[in-house]
């Protein structure tokens, strides 16, 4: 906040390491400087890594180019935020995660809370060299921990992913790495970012 008085013409936020102007209920004021608290409970280590694995990854997928970039920023502006800071909060809305271990030939269920608009959502899969649509634009539903199934799954160690399947260079067609925007959820219990990762065998 800035506070303004006939001593200082305007001050804002910390003075020094003593002093904070704030606001409270439209009235300025001073109040003692504390350092904020850092808690570092296995949660929020675990909602600290998906966001580093989030920012990675939209590092690759939103700034790997001056197209992509320009993509993602015209994917953004309704929401007048960087294309940047939309593949990030999409990330930090969604969670996806399926089993550890699976059989050649079985069926694979994925659990996920998609923070992407379900109309634009899928569940893309990728298994090191292919990009692959397990579930296309319209098929999953919003809301907390909903489940999809991906079935007869061959052998071969998979990541799955929440994509935004509407946003495509002109040229391309789905999927591309560009759109699997997250395949992370927070493991709270052991303070990490668990990918939804499935071997196959």
Known sequence: MKWKSVLFSELANKLGDQIVAAKWKGRGYFRSYVIPANPRTNKQKAHRDVLKQLVARAKEAVLGSDDLKALWDAEALPYLISGYNLFVKWGRLSK??????????????????????????????????????????????????????????????????????????????????????????????NGVAKEAKCTVS
């Open 96 to 189: 996806i995660s399926v089993p550890g271990s699976a059989s050649a030939g079985s069926d694979i269920t994925i659990t996920y809370t998609s923070g992407i608009p379900i109309a634009k959502a899928g569940i893309i899969r990728y298994d090191g060299s292919t990009w692959v649509i397990v579930a296309d634009k319209g098929e999953l539903e919003s809301g907390e921990d909903k489940t999809f199934v991906d079935e007869n799954v061959p052998a071969g160690t998979y990541e799955y992913y929440l994509a935004d399947l509407d946003i495509l260079l002109e040229g391309d067609s789905s999927p591309q790495s560009y759109q699997a925007i997250t395949k992370w959820s927070p493991d709270e219990a």
